[in-house]
């Protein structure tokens, strides 16, 4: 949020399915995190886009909410992917 992480977890660490709740000046969010997907579940933001970006499954994938300025990604343990051919070029937060 605001270019700082505020949470970073395993995702293999999870034995059961969490709700993270972000509070800021900007707004509210819940995001749904398990073993197997990650996704903006309720957002107080206008339009909703950081919701209807779905759940994130995959390395690379992420969901970004501009009005409460949060970025939601799933990374590797060692920050890269898990393609060989793929480079990261920016990593915005």
Same mark, same amino acid.
Request: charged share 30%; aromatic share 4%; glycine share 8%.
């Given at each position: ?9 395993e995702?293999?660490?999870? %034995?059961?399915?969490? @709700? ?9 969010? /819940?995001?749904?995190? =398990?073993?197997?997907?990650v ?17 994130? %499954?995959?390395?690379? @994938? ?9 970025? /939601?990604?799933?990374? =590797? ?16 937060r």
């Open positions: 949020m605001d270019g700082q992480v505020i949470l970073e977890r995702m293999a660490d999870f %034995t059961e399915p969490m @709700e993270y709740r972000i509070t800021s000046a900007d707004g509210e969010m /819940v995001i749904y995190l =398990s073993s197997e997907k996704y903006v579940k309720e957002s107080s933001c206008p339009d909703k886009i950081c919701m209807h970006t779905g759940e994130l %499954t995959k390395i690379g @994938e992420g969901a970004v909410c501009l009005p409460n300025r949060v970025v /939601v990604q799933i990374i =590797s343990g060692n920050g890269e992917t898990d393609d060989p051919d793929a480079k990261v070029d920016v990593v915005a």
